[in-house]
């Protein structure tokens, strides 16, 4: 690198450091405890029961210190790492405050150009080259030992403080996603990392300077274009690839979400795979934390051989903040009957719904295959739900690891703000028990075959070539 970008770079990011801490506004002492009181009492208010893990004599405890730990104002993205790890100690994955990251990207940070893998346990940090015409200072598979001299173990420590979840795998897998704005918010690494790794047996040193994020984004994406000559779609949650010489199919399932659109492709992929005399199927929900349910509904038609269902049952929470969310649905249309009456019912009151079978629709492509179902510590909420589905009936085997998502857990989200910082938080209102699970089940989904999640589509593979035929 020659002089003249050396000290463009190093102008950028110190203008950028400079921009971050001058552009958010700050917050007294009186309005962040009023944003705490009001987090607390949201929760009590929704939750069901938020301290099925984490005591309310210990919680309240946490609290007392942390309003002690106020001894001046603070930005929304101080005040979010100072109240966060608090959240984080109630172990819902769904009730959460959302990190402040459209405040951190106005100032086009720097991004580390590399995918980063972390783990609660060793190797706690795996970084991986993207498909770029970057410099490859990093290796492939490296392990990295430290990041400007603040060792791995803490990092990622740290990391799943600041996020929520039922498990401490789940929290650093989800927490990977903000990794530049962690290394940036809690130590301050102003685009330069002094990286220590493993490779090969051999340790090595090597200082990586970081790119602006907006020309980071547009490098992806023109090589994602001229990779595939075709725009890359928006919001890409579900593809179907076919492997016509051992007669598969690939799922790559990375969302439950956007429900009519979801109808329309997988009738069409299983009119495909029924064309195509596909034998195989593999569904990959390895990166899927969930979404909607009536996907998993609609998906299981084309596997299942009786009616079915995802849940035995559920247990609502009515609560103020509950009603609000069916009022805001209903802006601009006529409340129901059935809504006049959730609305009329006294907040605190639990309700509990018993799922019945969902009847099996006519459709000329259901698929009597072999179904493979591939998770990980990232699969999570609804994606959980349907593994769970997918493993009860006996539809297909489960390979990879345990899901993030439990069969017994919280989840349909309410979401708010807190009235100073503006900091958006949502809380699960409902408690799920899923099909086959009991009321002690909480635990996510144990794989058939328990393989690392990153080997789990090699696996499946192989499985598939020693079947007769395929």
């Keep these: 690198m020659n002089k003249t970008i050396s000290i463009t770079l190093f102008l950028f990011f110190s203008i950028n450091n400079f921009i971050i801490s001058q552009s958010l506004n700050t917050f007294n002492l009186s309005e962040m405890r009023d944003d705490i009181d009001t987090l607390v009492k949201s929760i009590e208010d929704t939750h069901i029961n938020p301290y099925y893990k984490y005591s309310k004599t210990d919680f309240y405890s946490d609290v007392r210190v942390l309003k002690k730990q106020l001894k001046y ?21 769904h009730t959460d405050i959302k990190p402040p990251i459209h405040l951190y990207n106005q100032s086009n940070p720097a991004v580390l150009p590399y995918i980063i893998k972390l783990s609660p346990s060793k190797p706690y940090i795996i970084s991986s080259q993207y498909s770029l015409p970057l410099s490859k200072q990093l290796p492939d598979g490296a392990e990295i030992i430290s990041i400007n001299n603040v060792p791995a173990r803490k990092i990622v420590n740290d990391i799943i403080n600041l996020n929520t979840g039922e498990t401490r795998a789940f929290r650093a897998d989800f927490g ?47 090589y994602n274009d001229s990779a595939s ?42 009119a495909v795979i029924k064309k195509n005399e596909i034998k195989n199927i593999i569904i990959d929900i390895r990166k899927n934390s969930g979404g909607d349910s009536d996907i998993g509904d609609e998906f299981i038609q084309y596997l299942a051989k009786t009616p079915f269902r995802q849940y035995d049952k559920v247990i609502e929470k009515h609560s103020r903040l509950l009603k609000k969310r069916l009022l805001d649905h209903r802006i601009g249309k006529i409340l129901t009957k059935e809504d006049s009456i959730f609305l009329n019912k006294s907040e605190g009151l639990l309700d509990t719904e018993v799922y019945e079978d969902i009847p099996l629709k006519n459709t000329p492509f259901r ?65 799920y028990y899923n099909i086959g699970a009991d009321k002690n089940d909480w635990n996510g989904v144990n794989p058939d075959l328990k393989i690392p999640a990153d080997k789990a589509m090699d696996y499946a593979l192989k499985l598939i070539h020693f079947i007769p035929n395929h």
């Excluded at 101080?78 to 959240?87: A, E, N």
């Excluded at 809690?186 to 994020?213: A, C, E, F, M, W």
């Excluded at 690839?241 to 299983?270: C, G, H, M, Q, W």
């Design 229 to 270: 000559n075709t725009p890359s779609p928006e919001n890409v949650y579900y593809s179907l690839k076919l492997l016509p010489e051992i007669k598969t199919a690939l799922f790559d399932f990375r969302s439950f979400e956007d429900l009519d659109r979801f109808n329309v492709f997988i009738d069409s992929a299983f």
């Design 73 to 93: 104002p603070l930005n929304t993205v101080d005040f979010y790492l100072l109240i966060q790890p608090l959240i984080a100690k109630l172990e819902d994955g």
């Design 367 to 431: 698929f009597d295959g072999n179904v493979y179902v591939l998770t990980s510590s990232y699969t999570f909420s609804s994606a959980a739900d349907f593994a769970q589905c997918i493993k009860h009936y006996k539809l297909g085997k489960i390979i990879g690891e345990e899901t993030g998502g439990l069969i017994v857990s919280y989840g349909d989200i309410v979401t708010s703000h807190l009235p100073h910082t503006q900091l958006v938080f949502t809380i699960s209102s409902k408690l």
């Design 176 to 222: 990977a996603n903000y990794f530049d704005f962690y290394l940036q918010s809690l130590y301050k690494t102003n685009g330069t990392y002094r990286i220590s790794y493993l490779h090969n047996n051999r340790k090595k040193d090597v200082i990586i300077k970081g790119i602006p994020q907006q020309e980071f984004s547009k490098l992806l994406k023109h």
